[in-house]
């Protein structure tokens, strides 16, 4: 059964109280509404098992001794249906064992009557924060789960399904992995993918840039260094690999390390040991390696400019990531995904992209890759102000694609080669990016049926009703 769960202190707490004396029920009811708790009262253990298995509740209180089902049961039900919902048992005075009888069957608490009004919206309050705590911090696994998980690495293109199973064989092992791919592909999104869904995610996943670093302290941020190994060492300082020791090491541009850090770097690879700049002793480290490039390593090897043996130590497996201009019906999906995370970092409320403004974005080549289109889309929302994205709101490199003037003259972009379309009938303009989306999607329907933003069926009819070459 689908459970609704509550994730914001504005929501009240849900408290289901099952007691067979109607007046004590609907007082206890009473006094937590008072501080606005949304209760509901069930006066049989019957009704208040059917309400347990048809709706939601943060808090039971059940009575222990009821006729017919009794607290027990309740809390068996409850433990079954809502296994996050917290159980308060209810008690007379003298009857402390069956008080611990519930507790060890999973009761949160127990009181007794008669009943004290501040104990008793204490402990539903208590109960109540333990429980959006819980759900608190599993909401925030599967945040991570969804940011840095396969699901994170957004496509419904044959490419990028392809590289999701490629991850999940990959993702278990202790492989080092090379990833090579254009600036802006999101490579440390998928290196970050490879450590969440590993058995070391528990353990550090460090990221170092190595263009971000001067050859000179390069081998201290990786090794580390001791006190006085070279001048301005004024102290110990712990290096990538033995701070992501038991985890992933993510090193980025790895085609910029000079030749003789490289020579260290094999050796680590290959030893699993590491000894501080200006240090004697070795140690030990259990560090898997992920390394990125947007250069072509087998030229640089064949330049002598990067290590062959290195090379092939990294290179055990390889992933490489297309650019978005050759997977565009991944687009719609990445604006989708954009649009959703950075208006509500915003604020604002966007209601989503126009056609015209997503067949743009959709048709342009993105030089600079989803960081790019990331980028573009938080333009968008920072400046719309009606709530729509439009073919206004899009970038001036972009809304220059579409010729909206009165001369004549041919527009730029995907409109490049063509007459302009000012002018033009609607079924003019209509069949033009038909024809321009079967050809960028290299005649696949269900591809240039996503970048305009139409149905399969609908192009189909009108690839048919405009009489259009199939590519």
Not at 84 to 94: C, D, F, R, Y
Request: with cysteine; aromatic share 6%; net charge negative.
């Amino acid at each position: 059964m689908s459970r609704e769960s509550i994730s914001s202190s504005n929501i009240p707490i849900r408290v289901l109280i099952v007691d067979d004396d109607e007046a004590h029920a609907q007082a206890v009811a009473e006094s937590l509404r008072r501080v606005g708790s949304d209760c509901v009262v069930a006066t049989t253990g019957s009704r208040g098992s059917s309400l347990i298995e048809s709706d939601n509740f943060d808090v039971v209180i059940t009575d222990m001794m009821m006729d017919e089902i009794g607290g027990l049961d309740i809390l068996r039900k409850a433990k079954e249906e809502l296994p996050e919902a917290e159980v308060i048992v209810v008690t007379g005075h003298g009857d402390i064992r069956s008080a611990v009888a519930a507790i060890q069957q999973g009761a949160y608490t127990y009181l007794t009557k008669p009943l004290d009004i501040n104990e008793l919206r204490s402990s539903v309050e208590k109960a109540a924060t333990r429980l959006k705590l819980i759900r608190r911090n599993q909401e925030l696994i599967e945040s991570l789960d969804e940011k840095f998980g396969f699901e994170g690495v957004i496509g419904s293109s044959p490419q990028m399904q392809k590289l999701i199973e490629i991850l999940k064989h990959v993702a278990p092992t202790d492989s080092t992995v090379l990833i090579e791919g254009d600036s802006g592909t999101g490579k440390e999104l998928v290196a970050r993918a490879i450590h969440q869904n590993s058995l070391r995610k528990n353990k550090p996943f460090v990221p170092l840039n190595i263009t971000a670093l001067p050859d000179s302290i390069l081998e201290s941020e990786l090794f580390g260094h001791e006190q006085g190994a070279f001048t301005g060492a004024m102290g110990r300082r712990i290096g990538k690999f033995e701070y992501a020791n038991g985890g992933t090491l993510f090193l980025d541009e790895v085609g910029e390390m000079p030749l003789d850090t490289q020579v260290k770097l094999l050796r680590v690879l290959e030893e699993r040991k590491i000894t501080r700049l200006g240090a004697n002793e070795e140690m030990d480290v259990n560090v898997r390696l992920v390394a990125a490039t947007n250069a072509n390593l087998k030229e640089l090897v064949a330049a002598k400019k990067f290590r062959e043996d290195l090379y092939y130590r990294l290179s055990v497996v390889m992933i490489n990531l297309p650019p978005l201009r050759d997977r565009r019906v991944d687009v719609p999906l990445l604006l989708e995904h954009f649009q959703k995370e950075l208006s509500a970092k915003s604020g604002k409320e966007v209601q989503g992209f126009s056609k015209a403004a997503r067949q743009a974005l959709t048709l342009y080549d993105w030089p600079g890759n989803i960081r790019q289109l990331r980028n573009s889309v938080e333009r968008m929302i920072i400046l719309d102000t009606d709530g729509l994205l439009d073919i206004d709101d899009l970038p001036l490199d972009i809304a220059e694609l579409v010729d909206y003037s009165s001369t004549g003259e041919k527009s730029e972009g995907f409109l490049s080669g063509a007459d302009s379309l000012v002018g033009r009938t609607l079924a003019d303009v209509e069949k033009y990016y038909i024809q321009k989306a079967l050809e960028l999607s290299g005649g696949k329907r269900e591809e240039a049926a996503s970048m305009l933003g139409i149905g399969e069926r609908t192009l189909y009819r009108k690839i048919r009703e405009y009489d259009l070459k199939k590519n």
